[in-house]
């Protein structure tokens, strides 16, 4: 059973700016008051305004990038109350920020191919991992990167400038592939432009997780997801995040585990997803 | 009285170094969030509920937020007794250990007068625990009846029986959800109980009207953080004038003024939920809020509690 990380901690941050990257989404810089260790890829913080400012319960988000060891950047799309409170803040504003939290991404040996997929504001965990592979002179790290349309694509080309293997879909057909990212992820295994024996990952709207994860199933795949779940605490204490677990995956008979400790990254093997 | 010993309380026997405990459920079993939080704040952990057997929960989704308040549905999940006492009990033993010595309090719950005999039996025998509560009023759990602590008599039944197998401070843990609180904290007075935690949650559901669906997975759920606050400040008042008891209030509590607010209508020590997770070391900065309120109005916490006047039937305007 997973514990609360030996790192997270409560940090008072500070906000040093918002920038938008589409019609509905911010990237939102925070200056904190301690030096963080390099981040593994699809950890996550929790985060609030901290002039009490936005509703009762702390959202969580993935660390989009660590420009600096004292400075994380978080993708943020406003669809509810706690993401329009944190976008609605000027510079200076106090943030209580509680990280880093989850588990992460599991390594993958940098010759090995590595296809992730992200849907809209999924591709958030995507940028560290693609820094770290770069970091780690790794090979091939493909991102297929959906979206309904071209102007939510958020920030797409940060991705490419870290020579990531950048391939865009969107629904409506407006950039890129005409539909969506799993079409894309088909047509690109059938045709052998991917690896099957790379290691899969994806995040996203659970509708793409749920069809990703059956995909992945049916193909044989090594393949990872990164839930978002609704949470409360973030640190493993209201267990008000859990997802079903599969009876033959690695949580054994227990039903459920927490995304916040356990999560936010499974194998498509250990739950009923 | 002020400096490092202005929050020193006392509930009964139990001497604490604070009056902020933690609410059950909102802190975990292990009790290794209380890291976030510095010497002498945290007067005690509540654990979360046990239970004889193991229960996976409800299914999901557990929450949902509403207007200053949090809806959840967890259902009691836990490993069961046997496996808490093998896993978790040495991680709660060493925390109530120097150099961290924090009084950990267990908390019971049940399906059956059995069952509660059962967990206090199991947790007594450990000798790790200051105080056991017995979780009377857990509102997702019964599959539709009534939880025990909507009944004067059931409250008795379960308390009496509890009482015998421990020696321990047994503190009985009331509901909200009852039309009048006097009679049932009397029953658990008379039964033995030593203290009173007033309340839990309020049972509330909050419904997906285009899906035609609760939005929780189990249906209805249990209402918490400060929306319930004027509720729970109402029932600590309510048992105050019904008891003897030291009172433990529950419900909302999210600041040192709020705080204060219990302490005054009775309570001896507030328990801190919900509003916990806005930030894990939440407690740490109320105790510090706490001390300079005290020491600005020039009161201490002993003088404060239950000093609430009540206002004669001459002033209420009527004629």
């Given at each position: 059973?997973?514990v609360?990380?030996?790192?997270?901690?409560?940090?008072?941050?500070?906000l040093?700016?918002?920038?938008?990257?589409?019609?509905?989404?911010w990237l939102?810089?925070?200056?904190?008051?301690?030096?963080?260790?390099s981040?593994?890829?699809?950890?996550?913080?929790?985060?609030?305004?901290?002039?009490?400012?936005g509703?009762?319960?702390?959202?969580?988000?993935?660390?989009?990038?660590?420009?600096?060891?004292?400075?994380?950047?978080?993708?943020?799309?406003v669809?509810?109350?706690?993401?329009?409170?944190l976008?609605?803040?000027?510079?200076?504003?106090?943030?209580v920020?509680?990280?880093?939290?989850?588990?992460?991404?599991?390594?993958?040996?940098?010759?090995?191919p590595?296809?992730?997929l992200?849907?809209?504001?999924?591709?958030?965990?995507f940028?560290?991992?693609g820094?770290?592979?770069?970091e780690?002179?790794?090979?091939?790290?493909?991102?297929?990167?959906?979206?309904?349309?071209?102007?939510?694509?958020?920030?797409?080309?940060?991705?490419?400038d870290?020579?990531?293997?950048?391939?865009l879909?969107?629904?409506d057909?407006?950039?890129?592939?005409?539909?969506?990212?799993?079409?894309a992820?088909?047509?690109?295994?059938?045709?052998?432009?991917?690896?099957?024996?790379?290691?899969f990952?994806?995040c996203?709207?659970?509708?793409?997780l749920?069809?990703?994860?059956?995909?992945?199933?049916?193909?044989?795949?090594?393949?990872?997801?990164?839930?978002?779940?609704?949470?409360?605490?973030?640190?493993?204490v209201?267990?008000?995040?859990?997802?079903?677990?599969?009876?033959?995956g690695?949580?054994?008979a227990?039903?459920?585990?927490?995304?916040c400790?356990?999560?936010?990254?499974?194998?498509?093997l250990?739950l009923?997803? | 009285m002020?400096?490092?010993?202005?929050?020193?309380?006392?509930?009964?026997?139990?001497?604490?170094?604070?009056?902020l405990?933690t609410?059950?459920g909102?802190?975990?079993?292990?009790?290794?969030?209380t890291r976030?939080?510095?010497?002498?704040?945290?007067?005690?952990?509540?654990?979360?509920?046990?239970?004889?057997?193991?229960?996976?929960?409800?299914?999901?989704?557990?929450l949902?937020?509403?207007?200053a308040g949090?809806?959840?549905?967890?259902?009691?999940?836990?490993?069961?007794?046997?496996?808490f006492?093998?896993e978790?009990v040495?991680?709660?033993?060493?925390?109530?250990?120097?150099?961290?010595?924090i009084?950990?309090?267990?908390?019971?719950?049940g399906?059956?007068v059995?069952?509660?005999v059962?967990?206090?039996?199991s947790?007594?025998?450990?000798?790790?625990?200051?105080?056991?509560e017995?979780?009377?009023?857990?509102?997702?759990?019964?599959?539709g009846?009534?939880?025990?602590?909507t009944?004067?008599?059931?409250v008795?039944?379960?308390?009496?029986?509890c009482?015998?197998?421990?020696?321990?401070?047994?503190w009985?843990k009331?509901?909200?959800?009852?039309?009048?609180?006097?009679?049932?904290?009397?029953?658990?007075?008379r039964?033995?109980?030593?203290?009173?935690?007033?309340?839990?949650?309020?049972?509330?559901?909050?419904?997906d009207?285009r899906?035609?669906?609760p939005v929780l997975g189990?249906?209805?759920?249990?209402?918490?953080?400060?929306?319930?606050?004027?509720?729970?400040m109402?029932?600590?008042w309510?048992?105050?004038?019904?008891?003897d008891?030291?009172i433990?209030?529950?419900?909302?509590?999210?600041?040192?003024?709020d705080?204060?607010?219990?302490?005054?209508?009775?309570?001896?020590?507030?328990q801190?939920?919900?509003?916990?997770?806005?930030?894990?070391?939440?407690i740490?900065?109320?105790a510090?809020?706490?001390?300079?309120l005290l020491?600005?109005?020039?009161?201490?916490?002993?003088s404060?509690?239950?000093?609430?006047q009540?206002p004669?039937?001459?002033a209420?305007?009527?004629?």
């Open positions: 059973m997973a609360l990380p030996a790192d997270a901690r409560c940090m008072d941050t500070e040093l700016g918002l920038q938008a990257c589409g019609p509905d989404a939102l810089d925070l200056a904190l008051p301690e030096l963080l260790p981040l593994a890829p699809g950890r996550f913080a929790m985060l609030s305004p901290g002039d009490g400012s509703p009762l319960i702390p959202r969580p988000f993935s660390v989009y990038d660590q420009p600096q060891a004292d400075r994380l950047r978080f993708l943020i799309q669809i509810g109350p706690g993401t329009r409170a976008s609605r803040l000027s510079p200076g504003s106090p943030v920020c509680t990280a880093p939290l989850g588990n992460g991404f599991r390594l993958v040996a940098p010759d090995r590595v296809v992730l992200a849907g809209g504001v999924g591709s958030a965990p940028l560290l991992y820094r770290q592979r770069r780690q002179g790794a090979g091939s790290t493909a991102l297929l990167f959906g979206a309904r349309s071209a102007d939510r694509l958020y920030d797409h080309a940060s991705f490419s870290l020579g990531m293997d950048l391939l879909a969107t629904e057909g407006s950039q890129g592939f005409h539909g969506n990212v799993l079409q992820l088909e047509q690109g295994l059938d045709s052998g432009r991917f690896d099957p024996e790379a290691r990952a994806a996203g709207p659970e509708g793409l749920h069809a990703f994860s059956a995909f992945a199933r049916r193909r044989g795949l090594d393949a990872e997801i990164s839930l978002e779940t609704y949470m409360g605490c973030g640190v493993g209201c267990n008000g995040c859990p997802v079903a677990t599969a009876e033959d690695c949580f054994g227990w039903p459920y585990t927490k995304t400790l356990e999560g936010p990254v499974y194998s498509v250990d009923v997803f | 002020s400096g490092p010993q202005a929050l020193r309380c006392r509930i009964g026997s139990l001497e604490l170094d604070s009056p405990l609410g059950s909102t802190f975990g079993h292990d009790g290794l969030v976030f939080l510095q010497p002498g704040d945290l007067g005690a952990l509540v654990i979360k509920t046990v239970t004889p057997a193991p229960r996976g929960g409800n299914p999901p989704p557990r949902v937020e509403t207007p949090l809806l959840n549905s967890i259902g009691l999940e836990n490993r069961g007794v046997d496996a006492i093998a978790t040495p991680l709660l033993r060493e925390l109530s250990k120097p150099p961290r010595a009084p950990v309090v267990a908390n019971a719950g399906e059956s059995d069952e509660y059962h967990m206090v039996r947790l007594d025998r450990t000798e790790a625990f200051a105080a056991i017995v979780n009377l009023s857990c509102p997702n759990v019964q599959g009846a009534l939880p025990f602590a009944s004067a008599e059931a008795a039944r379960v308390i009496e029986a009482r015998s197998c421990t020696e321990r401070p047994l009985a009331l509901s909200p959800n009852v039309a009048r609180l006097g009679p049932i904290a009397q029953a658990a007075e039964a033995g109980a030593d203290a009173l935690t007033v309340a839990n949650t309020l049972l509330g559901l909050v419904v009207w899906r035609r669906r189990a249906g209805f759920g249990g209402l918490s953080g400060p929306a319930i606050r004027p509720v729970a109402r029932m600590v309510e048992a105050r004038q019904a008891v008891l030291p433990v209030a529950s419900g909302g509590a999210a600041t040192a003024e705080v204060m607010e219990f302490v005054t209508a009775g309570a001896s020590a507030v801190i939920g919900t509003a916990g997770f806005q930030r894990p070391d939440l740490s900065r109320i510090a809020d706490l001390r300079a020491k600005q109005e020039g009161t201490d916490l002993e404060q509690c239950g000093s609430l009540w004669s039937p001459a209420s305007g009527k004629v």
